[in-house]
């Protein structure tokens, strides 16, 4: 027989669905607008040419069906109405666009109803009301879902899994066991619960991996019973007996293989299915098969792949069962499964109030043992720093800066430098973001990961006696007074010369990762600035824009960006140039600079400089004043708006701002909880806010407070 995917499937659990009726249009609509649209989009000089007062709801009319999926962007946005307005109650907003929803796809409308679980709509949430305060009025809780498990935390069980048993397989390099998917940084959260889907490609490559362990099983399990290391008794017998194997010697299997591979008991309903499956295939293809089936199975099953997240019982909402919250917790903050400790306190029946699960979050936070990559990551993800190396810097480019040849480059110096300064104000545990964004101190040259076995490591570096051309061209960005071996040490931190840096939004890391190949990326940076910190949103780039600034190099680049001083950009990029454009203080390379070096023309052109072709030898530069100057405006905090004259007054006056902070409280929500939060989340985010507060900032007891809160402890069915 061959296994095959469906067969997965059908032994794996299902999310149970309920689909209420959506209220009827014609009741809804009609007036809702007439309350609150019709006095500026009514019959007189309607604003934005649009009326909506003689709308009818037949939705077969094209004009009438592009009208109202207008209304509903508007509606879905909380851009209309206007904010001076008056404001529909949630209750008829919620209601209209679920009529309007059902309506305009019963007229044939492809609409995306993933569309609000994107990581890019994370700040559609009026952040006032949000954070308003209004306390509520039931248990929230998170809908019943199913979260793919990191490839990391996929491939630490197989690895266990492999030493426990002293399977002999080779699990490195080449033939390591890996998981079908892994995170590549982008501009967003990659890892949202609704995100990712598990096709029928990824399973193929599980039920491969997953045949590999099974055969080393079985082949573990075959002849004489081995004196050390994993062992399953029953499955040796079942193994043994091979075609005369009978039905009991099956059904001894289950139980003691459950509890090797899960740690826990095969439900009833387990029993049934996988006995049922177990006894079949021993009937007709004999002890060994079948053994080898089961394990196939149970090495594919739903809980080797997802967090489960549902209910046990219909009714909403219910406590996640202890067990699975376990596991959820422990993948918020490892890769891996639940440690001993967590594992004894759900056995006890230790783990099921708010206050025990903090307990364990609290151990598991405070001990330095336990590895927490998850929480590094969200920094990284937040800051998007870890996508330097993805940059390209071409040898000319580097030949600028007075580098040659693309070995004197190595951004991944860089994203180590900054994780480590991250690790080292996550132990300090004070004032974590404004610390991040007002620190003056950065690592050198600490080993990228991916190096740290290999000859690059730190005790193989400190011994050679030079520095090699990567680590000199770091030590030049970064302007440290180190001039030989003997003055580095990587486990220290060192001061950036007085006023030339300001957090990571000014370590080479963060600005090398917002930058392109030839230029920096200030429109990139001032979106970043807008979205992460100061809760903004900014709608898409239009597809029909040429998103191009001129090919100009004896202009800077706030010369050429004022393309987007036209009144139509304007309106979108205002909101991200002004911002992006004081790290003009840096060049693309993300040294600190004085001056700024543009094409000189006139003196490439110069008789002087050309050859007898009449063609320029050279490209000579020129340098030019620099202009750091930039501005906060449209900020939900008045207070934050105004001019600033460069990038350490704009991070100073961002890392000081509560508002800032509850930004950032949002982004730790969406990370952890793996989804974007709704109206209903706000008294998580006020307390998970407060929490960070009160502890001095302290970025364990923001992450306790998320953890403990109804999103993660609560499931609901709807
Ligand atoms: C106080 C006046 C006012 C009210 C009330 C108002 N609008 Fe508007 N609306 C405007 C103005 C001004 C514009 C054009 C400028 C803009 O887009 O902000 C506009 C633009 C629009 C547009 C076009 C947007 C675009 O980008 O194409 C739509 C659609 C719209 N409104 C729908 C609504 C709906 C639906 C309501 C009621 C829920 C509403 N408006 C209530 C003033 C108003
Ligand atoms: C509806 C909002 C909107 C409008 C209107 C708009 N842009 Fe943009 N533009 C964006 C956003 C958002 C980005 C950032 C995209 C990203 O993050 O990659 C962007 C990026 C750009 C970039 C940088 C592209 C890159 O990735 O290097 C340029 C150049 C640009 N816009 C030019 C223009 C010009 C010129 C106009 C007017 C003709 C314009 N934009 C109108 C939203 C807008």
């Given at each position: 027989m061959r296994f095959t995917w469906t067969v997965l499937i059908m032994l794996s659990v299902g999310l149970p669905i309920r689909a209420a009726e959506p209220p009827n249009l014609a009741q809804i609509g009609v007036p809702f607008v007439a309350k609150y649209c019709v006095s500026c989009h009514g019959e007189k000089k309607p604003k934005a040419d649009i009326s909506l007062h003689t709308l009818t709801c037949d939705l077969s009319k094209p004009k009438e069906l592009q009208v109202w999926q207008a209304v509903l962007a508007q509606i879905d946005s909380r851009d209309m109405p206007p904010k001076a307005s008056k404001q529909p109650t949630d209750n008829e907003r919620t209601q209209l666009l679920q009529s309007l929803t059902a309506a305009i796809k019963a007229s044939g409308v492809v609409l995306d109803d993933n569309k609000w679980l994107s990581p890019v709509k994370g700040n559609y949430v009026d952040h006032q009301l949000l954070f308003s305060g209004v306390p509520a009025k039931e248990i929230t809780g998170t809908k019943a879902r199913l979260w793919r498990i990191t490839g990391p935390a996929y491939e630490d069980y197989i690895d266990k899994l492999i030493k426990r048993f002293i399977l002999g397989l080779r699990n490195y390099g080449e033939f390591r066991l890996t998981a079908p998917w892994n995170f590549t940084p982008q501009k967003d959260f990659p890892d949202y619960a609704s995100a990712h889907r598990v096709g029928e490609a990824e399973i193929e490559y599980l039920l491969r991996n997953a045949a590999i362990v099974s055969q080393a099983m079985i082949k573990r399990h075959s002849g004489n019973v081995p004196s050390y290391g994993g062992y399953i008794k029953e499955l040796a017998t079942l193994i043994k007996a091979g075609m005369k194997a009978t039905p009991e010697q099956a059904d001894a299997v289950l139980t003691p293989t459950f509890r090797e591979l899960f740690g826990r008991e095969p439900s009833d309903r387990e029993k049934e299915r996988y006995g049922t499956f177990l006894r079949n295939t021993t009937a007709s293809l004999g002890g060994a098969e079948a053994a080898e089936q089961l394990l196939i199975a149970l090495l594919c099953q739903t809980e080797m792949i997802y967090r489960i997240e549902v209910p046990n019982k219909l009714g909403t909402p219910q406590k996640l069962d202890a067990r699975s919250l376990s596991r959820s917790l422990a993948f918020a903050l490892t890769d891996q499964l639940p440690d001993q400790l967590l594992q004894e306190a759900v056995a006890q029946g230790k783990f099921g109030t708010r206050e025990e699960v903090a307990i364990q979050v609290r151990r598991i936070l405070d001990d330095a043992k336990v590895e927490k990559p998850r929480v590094l990551r969200f920094f990284r993800e937040y800051f998007g720093y870890d996508s330097a190396p993805n940059v390209f810097k071409d040898e000319v480019t580097l030949q600028k800066i007075g580098v040659?040849?693309?070995?004197?480059?190595?951004?991944?110096?860089?994203?180590?430098?900054?994780?480590?300064?991250?690790?080292?104000?996550?132990?300090?545990?004070?004032?974590?973001?404004?610390?991040?964004?007002?620190?003056?101190?950065?690592?050198?040259?600490?080993?990228?990961?991916?190096?740290?076995?290999?000859?690059?490591?730190?005790?193989?570096?400190?011994?050679?006696?030079?520095?090699?051309?990567?680590?000199?061209?770091?030590?030049?960005?970064?302007?440290?007074?180190?001039?030989?071996?003997?003055?580095?040490?990587?486990?220290?931190?060192?001061?950036?010369?007085?006023?030339?840096?300001?957090?990571?939004?000014?370590?080479?890391?963060?600005?090398?990762?917002?930058?392109?190949?030839?230029?920096?990326?200030?429109?990139?940076?001032?979106?970043?600035?807008?979205?992460?910190?100061?809760?903004?949103?900014?709608?898409?780039?239009?597809?029909?824009?040429?998103?191009?600034?001129?090919?100009?190099?004896?202009?800077?680049?706030?010369?050429?960006?004022?393309?987007?001083?036209?009144?139509?950009?304007?309106?979108?990029?205002?909101?991200?140039?002004?911002?992006?454009?004081?790290?003009?203080?840096?060049?693309?390379?993300?040294?600190?600079?004085?001056?700024?070096?543009?094409?000189?023309?006139?003196?490439?052109?110069?008789?002087?400089?050309?050859?007898?072709?009449?063609?320029?030898?050279?490209?000579?530069?020129?340098?030019?004043?620099?202009?750091?100057?930039?501005?906060?405006?449209?900020?939900?905090?008045?207070?934050?708006?105004?001019?600033?004259?460069?990038?350490?007054?704009?991070?100073?006056?961002?890392?000081?701002?509560?508002?800032?902070?509850?930004?950032?409280?949002?982004?730790?929500?969406?990370?952890?909880?793996?989804?974007?939060?709704?109206?209903?989340?706000?008294?998580?985010?006020?307390?998970?806010?407060?929490?960070?507060?009160?502890?001095?900032?302290?970025?364990?007891?923001?992450?306790?407070?998320?953890?403990?809160?109804?999103?993660?402890?609560?499931?609901?069915?709807?």
């Open positions: 040659r040849g693309a070995r004197g480059w190595n951004a991944d110096f860089y994203v180590s430098d900054a994780d480590q300064l991250v690790l080292s104000v996550l132990a300090q545990d004070r004032d974590v973001l404004r610390e991040l964004l007002t620190t003056t101190k950065t690592f050198a040259m600490t080993n990228p990961p991916q190096d740290r076995r290999g000859t690059k490591s730190d005790e193989y570096r400190l011994k050679k006696p030079n520095f090699e051309q990567d680590e000199q061209t770091l030590i030049k960005v970064y302007e440290l007074p180190i001039k030989a071996r003997a003055d580095w040490d990587p486990k220290k931190t060192y001061d950036f010369p007085e006023g030339h840096r300001l957090g990571l939004l000014t370590h080479p890391a963060w600005l090398v990762a917002q930058s392109g190949n030839f230029d920096n990326h200030a429109i990139h940076r001032g979106r970043w600035i807008r979205e992460r910190l100061l809760g903004g949103r900014i709608p898409e780039l239009p597809i029909t824009v040429n998103a191009m600034l001129p090919d100009e190099p004896h202009h800077t680049l706030r010369d050429r960006i004022k393309v987007t001083r036209e009144e139509y950009c304007w309106t979108c990029h205002k909101q991200m140039d002004p911002l992006g454009l004081p790290f003009e203080q840096f060049d693309h390379f993300g040294q600190f600079r004085k001056e700024e070096m543009v094409v000189d023309r006139e003196a490439t052109a110069d008789k002087k400089n050309l050859n007898k072709n009449g063609l320029p030898r050279q490209t000579i530069h020129k340098l030019v004043p620099l202009d750091t100057t930039g501005e906060v405006s449209g900020s939900i905090d008045p207070k934050l708006d105004g001019p600033v004259k460069d990038p350490f007054e704009l991070i100073r006056r961002l890392a000081h701002s509560e508002h800032v902070e509850q930004v950032f409280v949002r982004h730790a929500f969406r990370y952890f909880l793996g989804r974007n939060e709704t109206m209903a989340d706000g008294p998580t985010l006020i307390a998970a806010h407060q929490a960070y507060r009160k502890n001095g900032g302290s970025m364990k007891a923001l992450i306790t407070a998320l953890l403990t809160s109804d999103a993660l402890l609560y499931r609901t069915n709807q």
